[in-house]
């Protein structure tokens, strides 16, 4: 009897629903939920006179099912591992497509960037094999030329950003009238540089020289005058060729400016070497270039499938919609196009062969510079599609940051060498005055220190104007410029001569380098941010 009541007691060790045993063998290999386990065996368990009892099989169930938590742990380890890995794998296969998409944008757009400077660096050479009065002379007139079409540069970043964006959102309707508007500032502007040109040109190449080398105004005047005439076709032809940029076409603007380019330097060797022209020859070819330039602009927008000739009135919500856009450019890039002004009116006091130096290694530099402007345009034209397109992605915006700045380090070291080596090894193409020469080789330091900047720079400016943190890079621009000033006119006073004013320049590169680098690092940046984001893709 007693041993009838024990069995009675102890018969929860033989359940009349058995537990499979190959059940928990095949959740531990198919990946079934453990938990079930404990549910089962925590009600089999019997109690033995009020104690519970632990079994044999409760012992080998729990062995069981802590071997399969832990496989359970280890298998997803190694997935979490080689989940990882694939992100890397694919990080770095992203990285690598669009470098190689940024090198096919970037290529046409580095030889079009390329053409515009390769002009004034044509007629600083033929004019320097002839006159140093005439090559001192180009410094204050690409200044009112060249310079001064920079500052227009806003309208060149309204049209690709304004483009660009409307393309994300599959508008081609209001990208063409945009461009149509725009069309319209441009030409607006440029009829109002002529007309300025033509009145206060005098003027302002002789308060330029600030009654110093008077020799030079004659000359400067006339290179001034001539260039002058181009400038409704200038401004044109940059609204035409930053939408076609807007719209990742590099291949049109590409044809228009190397065409433009090769008739300028035909241009400068006819006019200047063969008849005698000098320096007003020199911007008769120029001249004539630009005009040729602009009209192959249009037609390649053309081709596009836009209508590059027509020019429509703008409303004024939308006239004020591109003064918000355009305004803190124009503050930026005047900002930028002054202080580079400044240093060559410091120049001028140092007298004719100081600022001939001067003149050839800042065309050099300005040669060397824009090679780095693609990388600013691909910003701005691939940012947006990122940033507000319909499909949104802001680590593949952060990866194409990390891909121009990859290629702009490269290209700052490969410019600053090749940059520091014409001048310095070659400078009998430039000049054969020694005294010119040898100013020249005490700046190849700081241009070298400067240049190799400039191309990581620009990417993370032209990242900041993509994603229209224009407030910031105004503000960043405007404070360099007067800080900048400041310290150029305590140099200059101090007798630090073209070197000094050259240091402050590489302090001006790399101070905003610095400066956009942790804005776009930082925890509210533009690519690190939804909210950000969306506030600005509601005001887009």
Not at 37 to 61: D, H, S, W, Y
Not at 154 to 170: C, E, P, Y
Not at 172 to 197: D, P, R, W, Y
Not at 254 to 272: E, H, P, S
Request: glycine fraction near 10%.
């Amino acid at each position: 009897m007693l041993m009838k009541t024990q069995r009675l007691t102890i018969s929860p060790f033989f359940p009349r629903n058995p537990i499979k045993s190959h059940q928990p063998l095949i959740r531990c290999l198919g990946g079934g939920d453990s938990r079930k386990l404990g549910r089962i065996t925590t009600a089999a368990a019997p109690i033995f006179q009020g104690n519970t009892v632990v079994t044999r099989r409760e012992i080998k169930i729990g062995r069981v099912t802590r071997n399969c938590d832990e496989n359970d742990r280890g298998i997803g380890e190694i997935e979490e591992e080689e989940e990882e890995e694939k992100k890397k794998a694919v990080v770095k296969e992203s990285v690598w497509e669009q470098m190689k998409e940024i090198v096919k944008f970037t290529g046409p757009a580095m030889g079009m960037w390329v053409c515009g400077p390769l002009m004034s660096l044509i007629d600083t050479v033929v004019i320097g094999q002839g006159s140093s009065v005439e090559l001192a002379a180009l410094g204050p007139g690409t200044v009112l030329c060249d310079h001064m079409s920079y500052v227009f540069m806003f309208l060149s970043v309204a049209t690709s950003n304004m483009v660009a964006t409307s393309l994300a959102k599959q508008d081609k309707k209001e990208a063409q009238h945009q461009i149509s508007v725009l069309l319209f500032i441009g030409l607006v502007c440029g009829l109002m540089m002529l007309l300025l040109t033509r009145l206060f040109g005098p003027w302002a190449v002789t308060a330029f020289t600030r009654g110093k080398n008077i020799e030079i105004v004659p000359a400067a005047n006339t290179y001034v005058q001539i260039r002058g005439l181009a400038w409704p076709f200038i401004l044109v032809g940059l609204v035409a060729q930053s939408a076609s940029l807007g719209m990742k076409n590099s291949w049109g603007p590409l044809k228009a400016l190397a065409a433009a380019t090769v008739i300028n330097g035909l241009g400068d060797t006819i006019l200047c070497l063969f008849l005698g022209q000098g320096i007003a020859g020199a911007a008769w070819a120029t001249t004539v270039s630009q005009v040729v330039s602009a009209y192959m602009m249009m037609d390649s927008l053309n081709k596009e499938g836009y209508n590059a000739y027509s020019f429509a009135v703008p409303t004024p919500e939308e006239l004020w919609k591109i003064s918000a856009l355009a305004a803190p450019v124009f503050i930026s890039i005047f900002s930028k196009i002054a202080f580079y002004s400044f240093i060559i009116y410091c120049a001028t006091s140092m007298g004719t062969h100081v600022l001939a130096a001067h003149q050839v290694m800042a065309q050099t530099y300005r040669m060397c510079n824009v090679w780095g402007e693609p990388l600013s345009q691909t910003a701005q034209s691939f940012m947006p599609e990122m940033l507000y397109g319909a499909n949104r992605n802001l680590p593949k915006a952060r990866t194409l940051l990390k891909s121009l700045m990859i290629i702009g380090a490269t290209l700052g070291l490969v410019l600053g060498t090749i940059g520091t080596s014409v001048p310095g090894l070659f400078p009998g193409v430039y000049t054969h005055d020694k005294v010119i020469i040898t100013e020249m080789h005490r700046l190849l330091i700081p241009f070298f220190m400067a240049l190799s900047a400039v191309p990581m720079t620009v990417s993370l400016e032209g990242t900041l104007l993509a994603g229209r943190d224009l407030k910031f890079v105004s503000s960043v621009m405007s404070s360099s410029f007067v800080l900048g000033c400041l310290t150029l006119m305590f140099v200059t006073r101090s007798g630090y001569g073209l070197v000094g004013c050259w240091m402050v320049l590489v302090g001006f590169q790399w101070g905003r380098f610095g400066l956009y680098l942790r804005r776009l690092l930082s925890p509210g940046g533009i690519l690190n941010t939804d909210v950000v984001t969306t506030k600005k893709i509601k005001s887009v």
